[in-house]
């Protein structure tokens, strides 16, 4: 089984709302898109201190974190819009690495529905789970 990519795009979660409540244009809000792995292993999403600081998405400090390399801290920003086809998640963003891949965890594939096909190695829609 090989990786799964997907085209993702990340906003800017307070620029999204000023633009609902009429207090910005549509073109300023701020948004990156990326071709991001999809990992079933990842809790939240994760995206390198370039586009975080390209999305001006604020950071909240260190937080303790289990990750591939061990007990340690993450940096955790404010919430993102994240948006893959047509189905749109919210999730606070994990701070990588500059140059390090973007990363979708389980929290926005189950906040849009989808599921991973094991034998494929693609994302099936399904419905959000709304428990």
């Not at 009429?22 to 999809?38: F, P, T, Y």
């Not at 201190?49 to 260190?62: N, R």
């Amino acid at each position: 089984m090989g990786h799964t990519y997907v085209k993702a795009t990340f906003l800017n979660a307070v620029d999204c709302v000023q633009y609902l409540e009429g207090g910005r244009k549509i073109e300023d809000v701020k948004k990156v898109e990326v071709k991001a792995l999809v990992d079933t292993g990842a809790t939240f999403p994760a995206l390198p201190k370039e586009i975080i600081a390209e999305l001006a998405l604020p950071m909240l400090g260190e937080h303790p974190a289990e990750t591939a390399e061990g007990v340690g801290k993450v940096e955790l920003t404010a919430n993102a819009i994240i948006k893959i086809d047509d189905r749109i998640a919210q999730s606070r963003i994990i701070a990588r690495p500059k140059g390090t891949t973007p990363l979708i965890g389980v929290v926005v594939l189950e906040q849009m529905g989808y599921k991973m096909d094991p034998t494929t190695g693609k994302l099936i829609k399904g419905l959000p789970l709304m428990l």
